[in-house]
């Protein structure tokens, strides 16, 4: 699984399991429509392994810990179950140490799904996946947010007390690495911070027509009930920052498979890609004009069965520096209409020489959601964006 996907559970009773070169800390929490859990009697951990249809299980330092999830025991008014891992030695961080989440029926040890969550660093706990109930299905997401102090701050963000808990609470409760976890009951959330819909009103989708992201913000290409899945265009404008200067960036788009393998890239020196289901428009050597710089169409119905991922990507061929760049954004449009149905407009810039705007991720449901991306690299290429944006993913 990548960051932000979904299935849904074939079995009634799941076991997920976190392993990682050094001993982990993983818990649970049972969360309500509002995010929060009803007491602390909703946080599963190794001093409180059983709760209402979720028990944690101890590996015994053999095996990883896992949390045990009976959907047909979970109570009525939870709709999700996150679980969370952190490295049991005090302060130590997820640099270097790269943790698998495993989905499993837990009646036959069968695997269902795996997600290691991609580009940690500094974080001391972390969300690796919920189940959730939507539509009467129960599903696991993959998640992957990280935050620098602890399981505690995972764990006072949705509403558990943990003054009188220290062996749940590796560090002391400050304010998480990432901005504040949304309390939308089922956000699909990207790696560094998850979308944030009004509470209650579940995932953004385009049924109130254009949506405006904020960076890691995202949007299920859903409208009236049903996945888009015509021809879209993905246009990427940004002008000089200094009058009388040309800008010359270069627009492409970098399409992986379900193991973030990289098929393919469509820019100015292959404007067509995957049997004609992406074209790019061609290069634009200035950024001068007003509208859309370059454009890249994308045929949603007739990409391969097996791309599950795009990353849009602006690089600087020449050199110059984002820094030198101004009112740099992507928009998706219908291509048919020419409505625009997303945009993100990139409000800060770095002196780098690379950027990755925005992603596409195909749902196991077949519905395609877009992340604002808004992640600066060194790379004046878009060969030079494959591995990065595989991490984004």
């Not at 505690?152 to 590796?170: K, N």
Request: hydrophobic residues 40%; charged residues 20%.
């Amino acid at each position: 699984m990548t960051p932000g996907s979904n299935i849904p559970l074939p079995v009634a009773r799941v076991a997920v399991d976190v392993a990682a070169p050094v001993r982990l800390d993983v818990s649970g929490l049972l969360l309500t429509a509002d995010g929060k859990v009803r007491s602390d009697d909703d946080f599963i951990f190794y001093n409180q392994p059983a709760g209402p249809g979720v028990t944690y299980r101890s590996g015994g330092g053999g095996a990883p810990d896992a949390i045990v999830v009976d959907t047909t025991a979970v109570p009525a008014g939870i709709e999700k179950i996150v679980v969370t891992a952190s490295p049991d030695a005090a302060g130590q961080t997820f640099q270097g140490i790269e943790p698998t989440a495993t989905v499993r029926d837990a009646d036959s040890g069968g695997e269902l799904a795996t997600f290691t969550p991609p580009g940690l660093g500094t974080e001391t706990a972390l969300i690796v996946v919920e189940i959730y109930l939507r539509g009467g299905v129960w599903k696991v997401r993959a998640v992957g947010q990280g935050y620098a102090n602890g399981l505690a701050g995972i764990a006072t963000d949705f509403g558990v007390s943990v003054d009188e808990e220290p062996a749940a609470a590796p560090a002391p409760a400050a304010v998480p690495q990432v901005p504040a976890a949304p309390q939308a009951p089922v956000a699909p959330q990207a790696p560094a911070a998850p979308p944030a819909p009004p509470a209650g009103s579940g995932k953004i989708n385009l049924d109130k027509g254009r949506v405006s992201l904020r960076k890691n913000q995202t949007v299920s290409l859903v409208k009236g009930g049903r996945p888009l899945l015509s021809q879209v265009k993905m246009g990427l404008g940004w002008e000089p920052a200094f009058r009388g200067r040309d800008i010359d960036l270069d627009a492409s788009v970098i399409a992986y498979g379900p193991r973030r393998n990289h098929q393919d890239s469509c820019y100015f020196g292959k404007l067509s890609i995957l049997n004609g289901s992406i074209k790019h428009s061609g290069d634009n050597l200035t950024g001068e004009g007003a509208g859309d710089d370059e454009v890249i169409v994308v045929d949603l119905g007739r990409l391969p069965a097996d791309t599950t991922g795009l990353v849009f990507t602006v690089n600087s061929f020449s050199g110059q520096k984002f820094t030198e760049v101004a009112k740099a954004y992507c928009r998706l449009m219908d291509a048919a209409t020419g409505e625009e149905l997303v945009r993100f407009d990139l409000t800060t810039a770095e002196p780098q020489t690379g950027v990755m705007m925005a992603k596409l991720i195909k749902q196991f449901s077949g519905e395609w959601e877009m992340t604002a991306l808004g992640d600066f690299v060194k790379s004046r290429t878009v060969r030079g964006m494959v591995k990065p944006a595989a991490q984004a993913l």
